[in-house]
């Protein structure tokens, strides 16, 4: 995935100042075909940076905190790769934890998780089934968007191919 920031010179017109692949990317190899990648992020009351400079190495929380956002684009395999025998959901967590601190602890053994957060989501690829409390999944597919009010879901690829979305997260104060 290709990842262009612009940015301004110094005489303050507007430039490119990167081009080139997502730096904070990770391919898992507890679950093949699970990548997670965090092309951008900002911080609360943050101003932009004029010059590009790339804010992803300074995240300790893929959690953004209220009026900060992470853009955050994930591709999910096949639910079938958590059903082979060699899976060790273990191994999965851990690498989850070490990849995304602060959202992987609020995930739940089958999944759902519920993050004090507005999130943007649009399908870029494939079809994924968005599930709620009540049991009732949404099937999304290519250019489809949801967004989600901080509500407890989680994403099922009952597919045969991977799925990649792209989801914008914006930390708020979310109440029942």
């Not at 010179?9 to 904070?24: A, L, M, T």
């Not at 997670?36 to 940076?49: D, H, I, M, Q, Y």
């Not at 995240?59 to 096949?78: D, E, K, Q, Y």
């Not at 049991?135 to 290519?142: E, I, K, N, V």
């Amino acid at each position: 995935m290709r990842r262009v920031v612009t940015g301004h010179d110094e005489n303050g017109k507007s430039v490119v100042v990167s081009d080139g692949p997502v730096p904070r990317s990770r391919e898992f190899t507890s679950l093949p075909g699970w990548v997670s990648r965090l092309p951008w992020a900002t911080e609360p009351g943050e101003r932009v940076s004029r010059t590009g400079e790339d804010p992803t190495p300074k995240v300790t929380s893929l959690l953004p905190a209220p009026g900060g956002t992470r853009f955050i684009v994930l591709t999910f395999p096949p639910h079938t790769a958590m059903a082979d025998p060699a899976f060790d959901p273990v191994a999965f967590d851990r690498e989850q934890r070490a990849d995304s601190p602060g959202l992987a602890e609020l995930i739940e053994p089958d999944g759902m998780h519920t993050t004090p957060t507005v999130d943007y989501g649009i399908v870029l690829q494939g079809e994924i089934a968005l599930e709620l409390d009540d049991g009732h999944r949404t099937l999304l597919s290519a250019g489809d968007i949801v967004i989600q009010n901080g509500t407890r879901h989680a994403w099922r690829n009952h597919g045969d191919q991977p799925v990649t979305m792209a989801f914008v997260l914006v930390g708020a104060e979310c109440g029942r």
